[in-house]
């Protein structure tokens, strides 16, 4: 029976100098790799490893490390069930990303949530436009440095986007031991 | 001691209109006629979007208000009910089906999303319909109950029943001729 830590040795044993780092958390197995190795390992773990299930493509911004941005691919095979993590530090400086949609079509809108979010492009992507935001929006709304509240935006005679009213918001919970500071209420963060 | 002379009246009398005959006046006469058949443009974005075809189901009637006729085309439709969250991405949607319908038109703002974003204090999201189009009617509530909406709408036909229609209409002739 193939476990996650078997994919973890295949993938060690195969791309020695590529796997940067490994780490189990709660029985999940989570690899880091190098971003240049990124299509041969996505490609060997759907190819050789029977990954055929491309769960979810998420980023992450680690805003003031260096790489700043994380990509992180969830894989999952229907035919071993077993589960395998794989992330990859991106520059801000080079912000590109090589498509896996020729390995898996889902990623397709996955990476196109990605790149609305967080600003990261992909290369050879059939369609890299804006998913979920408006089309003329000119941030990326994920980013740690983009406030809760929204930026204004202007399209002349087409549309325009403004600050949301926070009031000193988000409500947020206190300590949850005291009923007064615990209280959900604004802490006058925005 | 004799009756006083009766009032000579302007109307020449015919027993056959007679019974048949209404005077009133014209702003009168058209308001009370649009008023009891405002067509509704169902704007259903969010959950506000349940209660209305709560609203527009058997329970609560609403076609004692001559509103039933839900056109799903702009061009047929008097008042759009703007009931859900409107996002920025959504709203180039909703200005263009609001352009899209003839005057006399008038819009309500179904709920809290619609009326002023609602709990929705996010960069996605438009802070009130009226931001955008002009708003005769607030509803509020999250979502407001069929009763609320009804109530909304009866509001509004009071508004109409108050307007200037004609003058309205005749704006551009009333400019030329002043």
């Given at each position: 029976m193939t476990t996650a830590i078997?994919?973890?040795a295949a993938l060690k044993d195969k791309f020695a100098a590529e796997v940067l780092s490994e780490n189990e958390f709660?029985?999940?197995?989570?690899?880091?790799?190098?971003?240049?190795?990124?299509?041969?390992?996505?490609?060997?773990?759907?190819?050789?490893?029977?990954?055929?299930y491309l769960v979810d493509i998420s980023s992450v911004d680690n805003m003031g490390e260096e790489p700043r941005f994380e990509m992180v691919y969830e894989l999952y095979s229907l035919q071993t069930h077993v589960h395998l993590r794989i992330k990859a530090r991106v520059s801000?400086?080079?912000?590109?990303?090589?498509?896996?949609v020729s390995l898996w079509p889902t990623a397709d809108w996955h990476e196109r949530e990605v790149?609305?979010?967080?600003?990261?492009?992909?290369?050879?992507?059939?369609?890299?436009?804006?998913?979920?935001?408006?089309?003329?929006f000119p941030y990326f709304a994920l980013r740690k440095d983009f406030p809760l509240a929204g930026k204004p935006s202007d399209m002349p005679e087409v549309a325009f986007t403004k600050p949301a009213p926070l009031a000193g918001g988000p409500f947020v919970s206190g300590d949850p031991k005291d009923r007064v500071t615990g209280e959900p209420r604004a802490r006058g963060e925005s | 001691?004799?009756?006083?002379?009766?009032?000579?009246?302007?109307?020449?009398?015919?027993?056959?209109?007679?019974?048949?005959?209404?005077?009133?006046?014209?702003?009168?006469?058209?308001?009370?006629?649009?008023k009891n058949s405002l067509w509704p443009m169902p704007m259903g974005l969010a959950c506000c979007?349940?209660?209305?075809?709560?609203?527009?189901?058997?329970?609560?009637?609403?076609s004692r208000f001559g509103m039933e006729v839900m056109r799903?085309?702009?061009?047929?439709a008097d008042v759009m009910i703007v009931a859900g969250t409107v996002t920025y991405k959504m709203a180039l949607s909703v200005k263009r089906i609001w352009?899209?319908?003839?005057?006399?038109?008038?819009?309500?703002?179904?709920?809290?999303?619609?009326?002023?974003?609602?709990m929705y204090r996010s960069y996605a999201v438009l802070q009130g319909i009226d931001q955008l189009i002009p708003v005769d009617v607030y509803v509020s509530g999250c979502p407001p109950r069929p009763e609320a909406l009804l109530e909304g709408l009866m509001k509004l036909q009071d508004k109409v029943s108050r307007e200037a229609s004609t003058v309205a209409q005749k704006k551009e002739l009333i400019d030329e001729l002043t």
């Open positions: 078997d994919t973890v709660r029985d999940e197995q989570t690899i880091l790799i190098a971003l240049s190795a990124l299509p041969a390992i996505l490609a060997y773990c759907k190819n050789e490893l029977a990954f055929d801000e400086d080079n912000l590109e990303v090589p498509s896996v790149y609305d979010m967080m600003g990261i492009r992909f290369k050879n992507h059939p369609d890299l436009r804006r998913i979920l935001i408006c089309d003329f | 001691m004799s009756a006083p002379a009766a009032a000579e009246t302007p109307v020449a009398y015919d027993s056959k209109i007679e019974g048949n005959m209404i005077f009133t006046r014209v702003d009168t006469a058209i308001n009370w006629m649009r979007a349940i209660e209305l075809m709560a609203t527009g189901a058997s329970r609560f009637d609403i799903f085309s702009p061009r047929q352009d899209q319908m003839p005057e006399p038109k008038w819009c309500i703002a179904m709920g809290a999303c619609a009326s002023s974003g609602g």
